[in-house]
């Protein structure tokens, strides 16, 4: 084998790998929520069998809630425009 033939084997392994993982990174990343999809699933799953006609709440993480805005003070004035 020459050197170019060393070259291109060692890139395409390189390029297999990276691809590799990037795969596997994108996929542990997507477990929490696939995780949290599964525990409403067998949620809704179990209000179905018990029979009772409670629409679940979607749970709100303190990522979704509103920040609550400061009100402005008295002396403040608003941006003038440009």
Not at 16 to 21: I, K, N, Q, R
Not at 43 to 51: E, T
Request: glycine share 4%.
């Amino acid at each position: 084998m020459g050197d170019i033939d060393v070259t291109s084997t060692v890139l395409a392994i390189a390029g297999v790998a990276t691809c590799t993982l990037i795969v596997v990174k994108n996929f542990v990343d997507q477990l929490p929520d696939m995780f949290r999809s599964i525990g409403q699933a067998r949620k809704a799953w179990k209000q179905l069998a018990n029979g009772t006609d409670e629409t679940p709440q979607p749970e709100v993480t303190a990522e979704e809630r509103p920040h609550a805005l400061a009100p402005p003070a008295d002396d403040e004035e608003p941006p003038a425009a440009a």
